[in-house]
């Protein structure tokens, strides 16, 4: 079979119906298409009665863009198996994948729709107890069980060369690299921030720490990414976190992922000072911000530690000092990461709805200003960061 765009509900649902047990055959089945992302297109199929799943579908080109921008539909496949190894270790936290049709491009998976979108939710200031304490959990076990620290030799290259991504690394490279330091037509820029994106442009000493974050991002084949991990790729109610679309995963380095769901905290901390609602409200959704990413780091760490103590099995890497020097490093790693995300999110192509519902572009400018002030801080000083409480205190300095 060769690839084709489903064009009809009639095929979608056929496609359901043969690749899932989940429907009895005289059931009535009907489907929305739901993908509200950039790139591809996703369909839900229900039968009324509570079943239903997710078809998710990769066209060779950018969905929001059109067939101007061509993209290889291997990512599909990457995205299913970086799904299947997410579920390996940590299988609460990920849609389980029903099916994957190579010649499809087509995934058909677990429908997570009893969870709500994380960025909507940060943005209506919901309160949800476990996210942090998931997330931190997610980071460390994806990431220390691909890692050299726990595969074999062997195991570990072939997976780095199963997972090469070129054109999904690509798109990171150019929006999250190179876009945002120069005057670049892709940008979109907030007219009242216009003379802070040009003061960027012109900060060397930034630009010179963005690119060795780039040349991490080039050349550490440290773990297996997610590669895409920000408020969007996370779905979560009060009881339950999912991470959604690896389409992006490669193997790079354990700071980019660790980074970029700190740096979506921090975009919404920065659009809070000026969403609407109450302001007291916004400043104490801003601490539990705060406290989530203190609870996020420390899961991770300790976890990872403990992985680190317990699991690896090359000599050569299992001294403690070892851990205390790399868990430093990766610290510092996450800390530039956010940056760039924050950067990329404020000036860059993608922006985000945490931003982009402030409808005055006056008070916009206001919160993507600390967006900014925040990234560069974060990327600068990261190495002087000693540690999450260190970050909090100058977070909270810069917000003022
Ligand atoms: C053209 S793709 C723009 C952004 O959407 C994806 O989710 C990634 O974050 C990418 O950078
Ligand atoms: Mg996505």
């Given amino acids: 079979m060769s690839f084709r765009k489903f064009e009809s509900d009639a095929e979608v649902i056929a496609f359901a119906r043969q690749n899932s047990p989940i429907f009895s055959s005289e059931a009535r089945l009907h489907v929305d298409e739901i993908g509200d992302g950039n790139i591809n297109f996703v369909y839900r199929v229900a ?4 079943n ?3 078809i998710k579908q990769a066209l060779p080109y950018v969905r929001i863009i059109g067939e101007s921008w061509p993209l290889s539909q291997d990512r599909i496949r990457i995205e299913a198996e970086a799904l299947r190894m997410a579920g390996e270790h940590c299988a609460d936290l990920v849609p389980q994948v029903y099916h994957f049709d190579a010649a499809l491009c087509a995934i058909v998976m677990e429908d997570i729709g009893s969870h709500d979108n994380l960025r909507h939710a940060l943005i209506a200031r919901r309160r949800l107890p476990l996210l942090a ?3 931190g959990r997610f980071l460390a076990d994806t990431l220390f069980f691909s890692s050299d620290l726990y595969l074999d030799a062997h195991r570990k290259k072939a997976l780095v060369k199963s997972f090469i991504n070129p054109d999904l690394c690509k798109i990171s490279e150019d929006l999250f690299f190179v876009d945002p330091y120069c005057d670049h037509e892709r940008n979109a820029i907030n007219a009242p921030l216009r003379a802070d994106a040009e003061a960027l442009w012109n900060d060397d000493l930034l630009k010179l720490e963005v690119a060795k974050l780039k040349a991490k991002f080039l050349n550490q084949a440290e773990a297996l990414l997610h590669g895409d991990l920000h408020s969007g790729s996370v779905f979560a109610n009060e009881t339950g976190t999912k991470v959604i679309d690896p389409e992006f995963a490669y193997f790079g380095p354990i700071g980019f992922d660790v980074g970029s769901i700190l740096g979506n905290y921090l975009l919404n901390f920065a659009g809070q000072a000026n969403l609407p609602g109450d302001a007291s409200e916004r400043r ?8 989530g990413m203190a609870t996020l780091w420390q899961t991770f760490e300790s976890r990872f530690r403990q992985h680190m103590a317990e699991q690896t099995n090359d ?3 299992q001294l403690p000092q070892y ?13 530039g990461y956010a940056g760039t995300e924050l950067i990329r999110r404020t000036i860059g192509l993608a922006h985000v709805a945490d931003m982009e519902s402030i409808t005055d572009p006056a008070q916009r400018a206001e919160s993507e200003r600390l967006a900014l002030q925040l990234g560069r801080t974060l990327i600068v000083e990261r190495e002087q ?3 999450m ?12």
């Fill in 284 to 291: 104490d959704y801003q601490q539990w911000l705060l406290d």
């Fill in 47 to 50: 039968d009324g009665a509570g």
């Fill in 385 to 387: 960061l000693a540690d």
């Fill in 52 to 54: 239903s799943l997710i």
């Fill in 315 to 317: 000599p050569s890497l």
């Fill in 133 to 135: 304490e998931h997330l």
């Fill in 323 to 335: 851990a205390d020097w790399y868990l430093g490093q990766l610290l510092a790693d996450s800390l």
């Fill in 389 to 400: 409480e260190a970050v909090i205190q100058r977070v909270k300095a810069l917000a003022g």
